[in-house]
C-alpha cells in the first residue's frame, strides 16, 4: 500500500463544477504539498501546508493532520485547470513521498 | 535567474554509455533535490542536497548513479552505463530552506536505446 493515495485517479468536469481531489497518508508527516503538472510536463507547487487551509485564487487546500487527509478544490473549473494535480508528503526528512496523481480534465 | 534550469532538455544515449544532467536552482536556494518520473510513473525522490550536509542519498535507485553538487549552486546527475530501464524525465527542484516550497525544473528526457 503506498503510503500516500489519491482519490479519483482520473476526473472529468465540465467547466465551471466545483472540484474535489483527496489525498491520504498513512503515516506522521511534517507538510504535505500539492503539485500541478501540465501536460508538456513541467510541475508547479500549488501549496505547501502543515495546518489548516490555504487559499490561492480559485484554488483551496485543507488538511486535517488527525485524520491524515488533505484536499484541493478548484471552483468555477476553467479547461485551462486541466491538468495532473499531485499530492506529495514530507515524513520529517527533508524529502517528498509522492501519490500516484490525479489527471483533471475540464470540458468546455 | 528567474527559475531552476536544467540542461539538456533531451538527451538520447546508448545503452552502456555515462550520461550527465545539469541543474541550476534558484541563487539563494539552498536545497536542491533531484526527482525521476517514469513515462506513466509518479515522481520518484532521487537526492537532496541541503546546504553543507551530507546528501540524502536514499532513493538512488543503484550504484550506477551518482550526484554531486558545487557548495549552494549547480548540481550534476550522473548515471553510468545506462540501462533502457533509466529512461525518464529527471526533474530537478530547489527551495530557499529544506522543508520550504520547492520549485521545479523544466526536468531532462532521457532515453537509453
Known amino acids: 500500500k503506498n503510503e500516500v493515495e489519491q482519490s479519483p485517479q482520473n476526473l472529468t468536469a465540465q467547466e465551471g463544477e466545483f472540484i474535489t481531489i483527496n489525498c491520504s497518508y498513512s503515516v506522521g508527516i511534517s507538510a504535505l504539498h500539492w503539485l500541478q503538472q501540465h501536460p508538456g510536463g513541467g510541475i508547479v507547487s500549488l501549496f505547501m501546508?502543515?495546518?489548516g487551509k490555504k487559499k490561492h485564487g480559485r484554488l483551496i487546500a485543507t488538511i486535517n493532520i488527525q485524520e491524515k487527509h488533505s484536499s484541493l478544490h478548484i471552483t468555477a473549473s476553467h479547461p485551462r485547470d486541466s491538468a495532473v494535480y499531485i499530492c506529495a508528503v514530507r515524513l520529517g526528512n527533508e524529502k517528498l513521498t509522492f501519490g500516484t496523481g490525479t489527471r483533471l480534465t475540464i470540458i468546455p | 535567474g528567474a527559475g531552476v534550469s536544467q540542461s539538456p532538455s533531451n538527451k538520447v544515449t546508448e545503452k552502456g554509455k555515462d550520461v550527465e544532467l545539469r541543474c541550476d536552482p534558484i541563487s539563494g536556494h539552498t536545497a536542491l533535490y533531484w526527482y525521476r518520473q517514469r513515462l506513466g510513473q509518479g515522481l520518484e525522490f532521487l537526492i537532496y542536497?541541503?546546504?553543507?550536509?551530507?546528501?540524502?542519498k536514499s532513493g538512488l535507485p543503484s550504484d550506477r548513479f551518482s550526484a554531486e553538487r558545487t557548495g549552494e549552486s549547480v548540481s550534476t546527475l550522473t548515471i553510468q552505463r545506462t540501462q533502457q530501464e533509466d529512461s525518464a524525465v529527471y526533474l530537478c527542484?530547489?527551495?530557499?530552506?529544506?522543508?520550504?516550497?520547492?520549485?521545479f525544473g523544466p526536468g531532462t528526457r532521457l532515453l537509453v536505446l
Open positions: 542536497f541541503q546546504g553543507n550536509s551530507a546528501p540524502d
Open positions: 527542484a530547489s527551495s530557499f530552506a529544506g522543508g520550504g516550497a520547492q520549485y
Open positions: 501546508l502543515s495546518s
